[in-house]
Each structure stands twice: as structure tokens, then as C-alpha cells.
Nanobody, 115 residues
Framework: QVQLVESGGGLVQAGGSLRLSCVASGSIASVNAMGWYRQVPGNQRELVAFIMRSGGVNYGDSVKGRFTISRENAKNTVYLQMNSLKPEDTAVYYC?????????WGQGTQVTVSS
């Protein structure tokens, strides 16, 4: 069983910054990738960013240049530094882990950006 625990969400004004963290624990054989997705009620979950074990990264178009993903492989921890936040970034942010072809999800953390 794999558990993902997110932290760092909250309320911030537009233009501000937040840093999300996600720690993975449990029976993890090998981690192929970790990342973040977000979802607004009524919408599909969308990619924010992911990082491969090799270090390769990919970002959703709407966050490029503002968000930075990083990872500590030894700690199975992934971070998301979010700068220049906009009201449209408001969503529940979910941590994602891919291991052995299986996807695992965290419970989500709310990020609210006020205008």
C-alpha cells in the first residue's frame, strides 16, 4: 500500500506564492514519476507538472514559467513551487505517483487565490 500526503495548500492573494509538498510512503518498489494535477469542481483533472526519476520534467501550458517542480528521490518527496499565482489557479491539487505502471493519488490540498 502506498500513501501520499500533501501539504502546503492555503489561501493566497494574486501574485503571491505557495509551496506544495508531497511525501510518499509504504510499499514502493520503484518510482517512475511523481507530479501534481489539479481539479476544479465540474472540470476534468488536469496536469500541472510531473518529474521523472531521471529528472526530466513536464509542465501544463497554463503554469509554464510560474511553477517549478522538484524532487528528492531518496525521500520520495516532490515539491511544487508556485509563483505569480492567479485566481484561475484556484483548485484542489493532487499529488500523483507512478510506480510499476500503477498510479497512486493523494487526498488533495486546496489552493485558493484571491483577486
Amino acid at each position: 500500500q502506498v500513501q501520499l500526503v500533501e501539504s502546503g495548500g492555503g489561501l493566497v492573494q494574486a501574485g503571491g506564492s505557495l509551496r506544495l509538498s508531497c511525501v510518499a510512503s509504504g510499499s514502493i518498489a520503484s518510482v517512475n514519476a511523481m507530479g501534481w494535477y489539479r481539479q476544479v469542481p465540474g472540470n476534468q483533472r488536469e496536469l500541472v507538472a510531473f518529474i521523472m526519476r531521471s529528472g526530466g520534467v513536464n509542465y501544463g501550458d497554463s503554469v509554464k514559467g510560474r511553477f517549478t517542480i522538484s524532487r528528492e528521490n531518496a525521500k520520495n518527496t516532490v515539491y511544487l513551487q508556485m509563483n505569480s499565482l492567479k485566481p484561475e489557479d484556484t483548485a484542489v491539487y493532487y499529488c500523483h505517483l507512478l510506480s510499476g505502471g500503477v498510479s497512486y493519488w493523494g487526498q488533495g490540498t486546496q489552493v485558493t487565490v484571491s483577486s
